[in-house]
């Protein structure tokens, strides 16, 4: 056991480095070509994945109950950001926070999928400021877990949103941000159990956020 482990484990090495040559070839080429980045910055063409964590949130909209205001929440955030250049880029973003609503006090969570534009301020310099907007999918939902006799329920919207932040260029590869959000929709459709209905009026689905980041460069793309 000890022989096919030390065999597993000189293979895994062998393959991250591999991996970790590749991809220092690629970006090597990319700069040869003129395709490289900024000594100060990776520039907005191409991709990048980020973490966001943590978020705080806060709601204005009703709760699970058409009465009640939720609580503000801490979550976080998956993104990721196409640049078509320096300054011009589209994101996707999926964002989670836990709440508390109701009298009872009891956990459920908002869920955004957000996607839009954003356009990036000062590309030369290592602190640089974005704006953006576009449109997001709004759900709040409550699972109360297999030992509760409370049903499942969930409501679903839609709505808009603004950002504004600013990215903080570590290296050609790393960066960290800073961003708030301004979400405005209403949820028009509940769920509850397995019965979807659709609700006479929107209920109001408002919220402002605020979040820190680390962004990674896809040196590939």
């Known amino acids: 056991m000890r022989l096919r482990n030390s065999h597993t484990q000189a293979a895994v090495a062998l393959v991250a480095a591999a991996v970790i040559l ?17 000594s100060t910055r990776y520039g907005r063409k191409g991709a990048e994945l980020w973490v966001e964590f943590p978020r705080l949130l806060f709601a204005t909209g009703a709760g699970y109950r058409e009465n009640y205001d939720v609580t503000e929440g801490l ?9 078509i250049s320096d300054n011009i880029a589209f994101e996707g973003r999926m964002l989670q926070t836990n709440h508390t609503a109701g009298a009872e006090d009891k956990e459920w969570d908002i869920d955004l999928l957000k996607v839009g534009a954003r356009y990036t301020f000062l590309d ?13 999918k709004m759900s709040i939902e409550r699972d ?20 504004i932040g600013v990215d903080y260029i570590h290296s050609s590869s790393w960066s ?18 397995l019965e979807d209905e659709t609700l006479d009026e929107p209920l109001s689905g408002n919220s402002v956020a605020v ?8 040196p590939a793309w």
């Open 75 to 83: 979550g976080f955030g998956l993104g990721m950001m196409w640049g």
């Open 176 to 193: 960290g941000f800073f961003r708030a959000d301004y979400t405005h929709g209403g949820y028009g459709h509940r769920t509850i159990g």
């Open 124 to 136: 030369e310099y290592r602190f640089q400021p974005f704006v953006g907007t576009g449109w997001a």
């Open 211 to 218: 979040t820190l980041g680390v962004a990674y460069r896809v």
């Open 22 to 38: 590749a991809a220092t070839a690629v970006e090597a080429s990319a700069a040869s070509h003129g395709r490289g980045w900024k």
């Open 144 to 163: 109360t877990g297999f030992e509760s006799e409370d049903p499942f329920e969930r409501m679903t919207g839609y709505g808009a949103y603004v950002t």
